[in-house]
């Protein structure tokens, strides 16, 4: 069945560092590919998004290229801030032609800790 | 600004107690979602729905979890009785089409004792 794999974790950098966390897939069809980001005591809030192969998705500096090719959407920061300390899941929508339901695969989560 | 609410927020209970946890999914949305996650098994998926139906509730615990949707604006997961085991934070998520991501709500805390 369609798996997510990512980096594991805590991944911890200084502050203005490059962040990148890997993430890999297997999926049949055409899935639909998210990262979410979720902060200490708060639910997974949906971070950027690619819907089809070579689409970039970006958001608050953040950014992921759906890759096909080597079945992967590595998430990555120029300059990490503190601010972007939480948990990070790369996850998998099942594509419109495998008949799923819009059910979601997460991956196993990879903390990020970032220092002043 | 359209978010899933869950209630309650935090709950502590006893041992054999009765627990519902009750979600409102974003108006419009037609797929429910409920996980739980814990720090050894991490976000797992109970049970969802798609336009009030259950599709699948292979992940929950069929003797004591069920999960129902009265209404489209209303979905509820029960565990009855609860254990020490079921302590975990519980998320509601919504959705709106195959292929569309998932909205997570703040989550119920159960703690049970």
């Known amino acids: 069945g369609d798996s997510v794999t990512q980096m594991e974790g805590p991944v911890t950098l200084s502050e203005e560092a490059f962040l990148t966390i890997n993430c890999t897939y297997t999926?049949?069809?055409?899935?639909?590919l998210f990262w979410y980001v979720q902060y200490p005591g708060e639910g997974l809030q949906l971070l950027l998004k690619?819907?089809?192969?070579?689409d970039k998705g970006s958001n608050k500096g953040f950014e992921a290229t759906y890759r096909k090719e080597t079945t992967s959407f590595h998430l990555e920061k120029g300059s990490v801030q503190v601010s972007d300390s939480a948990v990070y899941f790369c996850?998998?929508?099942?594509?419109?032609?495998?008949?799923?339901?819009?059910?979601?695969?997460f991956g196993a989560g990879t903390r990020l800790a970032v220092h002043p | 600004d359209a978010r899933v609410t869950q209630t309650p927020r935090d709950k502590v209970t006893e041992m054999g107690q009765e627990v519902t946890m009750r979600c409102q999914p974003i108006?419009?949305?037609?797929?429910v979602f409920w996980y739980r996650q814990t720090m050894m098994q991490g976000l797992e998926l109970l049970a969802y729905?798609?336009?009030?139906?259950?599709?699948?509730d292979s992940g929950m615990p069929k003797d004591r979890f069920s999960a129902e949707m009265p209404d489209a604006t209303l979905a509820t997961l029960k565990i009855q009785p609860s254990e020490p085991r079921d302590s975990a934070v519980y998320f509601c998520?919504?959705?709106?089409?195959?292929?569309?991501?998932?909205?997570f709500g703040p989550g119920t805390r159960l703690t049970v004792t």
């Open positions: 998520a919504s959705g709106l089409a195959v292929g569309s991501e998932q909205y």
């Open positions: 999926a049949t069809g055409y899935p639909s």
């Open positions: 690619a819907t089809k192969a070579d």
């Open positions: 996850a998998l929508s099942e594509g419109l032609f495998s008949g799923g339901y819009n059910k979601l695969i």
């Open positions: 108006l419009g949305h037609n797929t």
């Open positions: 729905f798609r336009n009030r139906a259950p599709l699948d």
